[in-house]
């Protein structure tokens, strides 16, 4: 039989992935800077933090490479979409292009298994005594999921009620005014790409040092790059919505290996039990990507709610139009 | 801009740079900076192998002799190229509207499932003439990268989904679905591949015709690359010639104007992604009755993810892309010997990069002034 408890826990570390992800594309697309590399800056991420792991023995250390090496590969698109006003959509696939290709050369080689050191798990004590709630959120996870946690709410807050928040909103919604009020338009885009970047260096890293440990060249990351950038549209650039479906997505991610496992399901025959079947529940994240986005499109036309109205437009002072 | 006059007192550099906006570019321009992006890309993309322990210059002449360095060589770059022409028009196509199909890689797998069921089914017999079978072939293939194109359409037409997740979303459908058939209905003998097509299934080659001809002997060349040319033809004079490729540059230039003008949006939008969907699948059609002969998992090397490099690069006209494209067969043909194995991926990033960025010197014109 499947045990819920196990999907559910499963589900929050491997959707903490998609959490960081999301988040970090949030504030990247919350200033007006769209970035579509984020599946080549979260595989760089995962590249460096096991080799780096590997080579020094500190997770810790690989962990920082990691945000460092897919924040400089965000700084490229920076460059190219902030100074050069090169359209966003393509220097992204860039990005892409180049985090991915760079990451295997790099990684031509390197050891396929897990056995490094990897990050501490922890269980929480008390909080993990918690009926169902305690096991699925407290119990024996990565610390980095009590980073994630912890940085929803931060980010939130920061976002939504703080003035270093106020003004990266003003950047992404109107930064003609943002620019009047001496604020810097170039400077904050900067930051927050950057920001970003770190956070997909963070997500790739918590992909290769803690929920499926190793490097498997492209397969590491398998596409959950772009389920993260389909994440934020449906979260509506909101940190507690990504959250939501990004835990969402970690549990199917865990159901669909789980459910190829068992002979019967619900005292039927499983059907997903022979080989070729598998390849339908493999299309389901994807599916169920585009899915989120039709309802979350949906949602926003009829509430009138969507992107930072300068998501996507390069900022030249003194442009009529912008 | 500003100049850079933030010097020490007492010395003054006695030239500035100035940087200003330029009001129209000489018709060569655009071609020569796109030359020089390719070049400084092979340069970083040189270092960047260097540090990571390999020969750039090794690699690069390595390129050139295993891509055009013989007649042999060359009809292998030719054959490569043959996809990519259709895959980058493909991409040119929606690019101009500025729609963003980077879903041409599982139109190009739905256009080769489809051309395969017609075989594998079998819709048609084997001994079905051979130009009905490739014409069957080649309608399944466009319906089917078409029908691949006109979900994401639709949804963007009318829920204003964004296009470029759902397209990309729809390549991991799209290989998975080929997955099935390949280790499921259509295997043969339990391996992952189907088995190989009749006669009457493959594109004509130039080797076909060695007995005429004794200078085609061994060359693989096949009909796709015909398939490709009167394809940059047709969108070529459907972009440029016709009302519809009005309408297409319309509404990619200022979407505003082509409503008030009363272009119908929704309806361009899903016809441009079927257009595009179709001659990707074409191309996936023109691969595995090219090349391949049967239909397994293995069949791109990323043609869909290059076709979007090659649409850049070319600047989204159709005739540059079928230049590119042979350029970038090379690439791909030379890049399956090449260790490590990611190198032509990272150059394509690299080149992408530097032709986007060099796009700022088409708009911007910088100039050494004395002060």
């Known amino acids: ?322 | 801009m500003a100049t850079n006059d933030t010097v020490a007192k007492g010395f003054r550099f006695p030239y500035a740079l100035r940087v200003e906006r330029r009001l129209g570019a000489p018709k060569w321009l655009p071609a020569a900076v796109s030359f020089g992006a390719v070049i400084v890309a092979l340069i970083i993309g040189g270092i960047v192998i260097q540090l990571g322990g390999g020969q750039p210059l090794k690699s690069y002449q390595f390129i050139v002799k295993a891509a055009f360095g013989s007649m042999g060589v060359f009809n292998d770059t030719l054959v490569k190229a043959a996809p990519l022409i259709l895959v980058g028009l493909a991409c040119a196509l929606t690019f101009r509207m500025r729609l963003w199909n980077i879903g041409a890689e599982g139109q190009f797998y739905m256009g080769a499932w489809g051309a395969s069921a017609v075989v594998l089914f079998p819709i048609l017999s084997a001994d079905t003439p051979r130009p009905l079978m490739l014409l069957a072939m080649a309608v399944a293939g466009f319906l089917c990268g078409a029908l691949w194109g006109f979900i994401p359409g639709y949804l963007k037409a009318r829920l204003n989904v964004n296009e470029v997740v759902t397209t990309l979303m729809m390549n991991y459908i799209a290989t998975s679905w080929v997955l099935f058939w390949v280790f499921g209905a259509w295997s043969e003998g339990g391996f992952q591949m189907s088995r190989v097509f009749p006669k009457s299934a493959w594109m004509p080659r130039l080797l076909d015709y060695a007995r005429q001809i004794p200078f085609f002997r061994g060359l693989t060349l096949h009909g796709g690359i015909l398939l490709g040319l009167v394809a940059a033809l047709i969108v070529w004079f459907v972009i440029y010639r016709s009302k519809w490729g009005y309408e297409i540059r319309l509404i990619g230039d200022n979407p505003r104007a082509a409503n008030y003008a009363g272009i119908n949006i929704v309806r361009n939008t899903v016809l441009v992604m079927m257009f595009s969907g179709g001659l990707a699948g074409l191309a996936g059609m023109s691969e595995i009755s090219g090349v391949v002969h049967r239909l397994q998992s293995a069949i791109s090397p990323g043609y869909g993810f290059t076709g979007i490099i090659v649409a850049w690069l070319a600047k989204l006209n159709p005739a540059a892309v079928v230049l590119v494209s042979i350029l970038f067969g090379g690439l791909l043909l030379a890049g399956r010997e090449i260790q490590p194995s990611g190198v032509p991926r990272m150059l394509q990033g690299i080149i992408l990069f530097c032709v986007i960025a060099s796009d700022v010197l088409l708009r911007y014109r910088v100039r050494l002034e004395r002060r």
């Open chain 1, 1 to 322: 039989m499947i045990d819920w408890i196990v999907i559910l826990q499963a589900g929050v570390a491997s959707g903490t992935v998609l959490l960081f992800a999301s988040i970090g594309e949030i504030l990247a697309e919350r200033s007006g800077v769209m970035n579509l590399g984020v599946e080549g800056m979260m595989l760089i991420g995962a590249f460096f933090a096991f080799k780096v792991t590997v080579g020094t023995g500190n997770p810790w250390l690989g962990l920082l490479v990691a945000m460092l090496a897919a924040g400089v590969l965000s700084l490229l698109h920076a460059v190219v979409t902030i100074n050069f006003q090169a359209d966003q959509v393509v220097s992204g696939l860039a990005t892409n292009f180049v985090g991915v290709g760079l990451s295997l050369v790099l990684g031509e080689g390197l050891s396929k298994a897990g056995t490094t050191a990897l990050l501490p798990h922890w269980t929480v004590p008390g909080l993990s005594a918690i009926p169902v709630l305690g096991p699925i959120f407290f119990t024996n996870h990565s610390v980095l999921v009590y980073v994630g946690y912890l940085l929803t709410p931060a980010v939130w807050y920061y976002i939504n009620r703080t003035r270093p928040g106020l003004h990266l909103r003003a950047v992404g919604e109107y930064p003609s005014a943002a620019d009047a009020l001496g604020i810097s338009v170039y400077g904050l885009r900067y930051a927050y790409v950057f920001a970003g970047g770190l956070l997909a260096g963070l997500a790739g890293a918590t992909i290769s040092l803690a929920i499926s440990p190793g490097w498997f060249s492209e397969l590491t990351t398998a596409g959950q790059g772009w389920i993260a950038i389909g994440l934020v549209i449906f979260a509506q650039w909101n940190p507690w919505r990504a959250m939501a479906g990004a835990y969402v997505f970690g549990a199917l991610r865990r159901l669909i290996l789980d459910l190829q496992g068992p002979t019967t399901l619900l005292w039927f025959a499983n059907p997903f039990r022979a080989q070729s079947p598998g390849f339908f529940l493999q299309m389901l994240p994807y599916a169920l990507t585009i899915i989120i986005l039709v309802i979350g499109s949906r949602a926003a036309m009829r509430k009138r709610m969507g992107a930072p109205a300068a998501l996507g437009l390069p900022y030249v002072r003194g442009e009529r139009g912008k």
